[in-house]
């Protein structure tokens, strides 16, 4: 392999996708399909095709802002968290909501789904764990006095990483959340985690405009601490091939990076690529190949990203 530098072969914007009426925080798919799903401040969520991609159509509506949503993969369904209230379950063939469940009057920042239990990451400092077939809380922690902003779970660890408004990073047990360790360095609310594909270092970002990277199996010891953007980073997201991973950031960018060096591949911009105009808040690899941002523009961006060999 050359350069990493030429890692990144070409970046093709495929499709701006146009119809929400406020800024979109959220997007998720469900595994192998080609449809994807938005929301965010107007409450709507949206069905995109990515082979037709110029119209989406509602299937849902809430009352409230969207941050978090996820899909249940063996179900074709949806879980959509409203803020100031709870989690919806959406049937997005049927366009119906299934069930719904008040677990909060807190904002509710990010979900991670494992298995059957779901976790949710509430404005209150509380970790909510709700079962799904059951559909009912099955536990509360209170992880920090400040908001928890979002969650990894490592499935190799038994870990939850949660990056919290008050700068931390906290560390509780899968199984059971007790806490285990809390990294310090950070110095302000920690919005973006990610665990890398083989789960073994933890990388965390936020609204500093750092991009810190930690050894699991060395007790989380700081490995490395760059500056990946101008401003917050919003999200961490690895692409399925493991090779990459990609930021995005309120300075309106997304970049790509290649995941054993850490270098910068490729920056996704307005001026370059027709990026977003505005703070871009989510990712979603649906491939190897196909990136989709979301951004406060309130617009979706679909980007076919080739690599070389």
């Not at 049927?94 to 469940?101: A, G, V, Y």
């Not at 007790?178 to 310090?184: G, P, R, S, T, Y």
Request: charged share 20%; net charge negative; proline share 3%.
């Amino acid at each position: 392999m050359g350069p990493e530098k030429n890692m990144v072969t070409e970046v093709v914007k495929q499709a701006t996708c146009h119809g929400h009426q406020d800024c979109i925080y959220a997007v998720t798919a469900l595994p192998g399909s080609r449809y994807f799903f938005t929301a965010g401040a107007d409450g709507m969520v949206v069905q995109w095709d990515l082979e037709s991609p110029e119209t989406g159509e509602m299937v849902a509506k809430v009352g409230g802002t969207v941050y978090s949503m996820c899909a249940v993969p063996n179900e074709a369904l949806l879980i959509v968290a409203q803020n100031f209230d709870g989690i919806h379950l959406i049937d997005p063939v049927l366009r119906k909501e299934l069930r719904s469940l008040k677990v909060t009057d807190a904002a509710i920042f990010d979900m991670k789904l494992l298995d059957d239990r779901l976790f949710i990451a509430c404005g209150d400092g509380v970790l909510v764990m709700v079962d799904i077939r059951q559909w009912c809380t099955v536990g509360r922690v209170k992880v920090s006095e400040g908001s928890i902003r979002s969650m990894a779970l490592n499935t190799d660890s038994r870990h939850i990483a949660a990056g919290c408004s008050d700068h931390k990073v906290r560390i509780l047990g899968l199984d059971s959340p007790d806490m285990l360790q809390v990294l310090d360095g950070h110095e302000n609310s920690v919005f973006a985690l990610a665990y890398s594909p083989d789960m073994k270092v933890l990388l965390t970002a936020g609204r500093d405009a750092h991009l810190r990277t930690f050894d699991v199996a060395e007790g989380y010891a700081l490995r490395n601490d760059i500056i990946p953007h101008m401003y917050t980073v919003n999200h961490i997201l690895f692409c399925p091939n493991g090779r990459v991973f990609a930021t995005c950031s309120k300075d309106k960018t997304i970049r790509i990076w290649d995941a054993a060096s850490l270098r910068p591949l490729r920056t996704i911009d307005r001026s370059s690529h027709a990026g977003h105009g505005t703070s871009v808040n989510r990712l979603l690899w649906m491939d190897d190949n196909t990136l989709v941002s979301v951004s406060d523009d309130r617009t979706a961006s679909i980007w076919n990203i080739r690599f070389s060999a």
